[in-house]
T-cell receptor, first 117, second 113 residues
Framework: DAGVIQSPRHEVTEMGQEVTLRCKPI?????LFWYRQTMMRGLELLIY????????DSGMPEDRFSAKMPNASFSTLKIQPSEPRDSAVYFC???????????????FGSGTQLSVL | DQQVKQNSPSLSVQEGRISILNCDYT??????FLWYKKYPAEGPTFLIS?????DKNEDGRFTVFLNKSAKHLSLHIVPSQPGDSAVYFC????????????FGTGTSLTVIP
């Protein structure tokens, strides 16, 4: 398996522009997560989906952020309009999503380094 | 509010010695804990986990200890190797919150040859 695939690896944009980050989870995984890595907050959960349905989006910073999962093999995280403080590394992760299974673990993509100028 | 805390942003250890990374949590409902390792420009990768029914789990050079009463866990690496130099994240999950995983801010470990 190719693992979790994220694109692009790097994104440089100007303030006010729309940014779309993409993720393909591991085939057969039912849960998908979007995290943002910052020095102050570490890996911060933004939103997660189970069976393509958003379960908890309380971590989404504000209305400028939105995420979709139209099918089991694709998800997007969109920022519109982008601001310099959105600059961070954004990770997508997936898991089997078997609920309370104690062998559940996350598999991460390589991340998207976003720079908003 | 940060439910999982790693209070040491960095740690330096001599090769061959023990590395001890610490993690504290606030939510008493957490019952499953994991450690992830992250190299620069890569995503975090799973290292080791422990369920709350145990107080120790060992995998080769890596051992995780859990102290539920203190809401504290630690990762021991013995002996430390230069290839262990990375950022280590602690994560926690509670069964009643489904699959949510809460991460700490990470500890950057440098193993000096």
């Amino acid at each position: 398996d190719a693992g979790v695939i994220q694109s692009p690896r790097h994104e440089v944009t100007e303030m006010g522009q729309e940014v779309t980050l993409r993720c393909k989870p591991i085939s057969g995984h039912n849960s998908l997560f979007w995290y943002r890595q910052t020095m102050m907050r570490g890996l911060e959960l933004l939103i997660y989906f189970n069976n393509n349905v958003p379960i908890d989006d309380s971590g989404m910073p504000e209305d400028r952020f939105s995420a979709k999962m139209p099918n089991a093999s694709f998800s997007t995280l969109k920022i519109q309009p982008s601001e310099p403080r959105d600059s961070a590394v954004y990770f997508c992760a997936s898991s089997l999503g078997q609920g309370s299974a104690t062998n559940e673990k996350l598999f991460f993509g390589s991340g998207t380094q976003l720079s908003v100028l | 509010d940060q439910q999982v805390k790693q209070n040491s942003p960095s740690l330096s250890v001599q090769e061959g010695r023990i590395s001890i990374l610490n993690c504290d949590y606030t939510n008493s409902m957490f019952d499953y804990f994991l450690w992830y390792k992250k190299y620069p420009a890569e995503g975090p990768t799973f290292l080791i986990s422990i369920s709350s029914i145990k107080d120790k789990n060992e995998d080769g050079r890596f051992t995780v200890f859990l102290n539920k009463s203190a809401k504290h866990l630690s990762l021991h690496i013995v002996p430390s190797q230069p290839g262990d130099s990375a950022v280590y994240f602690c994560a926690a999950s509670a069964r009643n919150t489904g699959n949510q995983f809460y991460f700490g801010t990470g500890t950057s470990l440098t193993v000096i040859p």
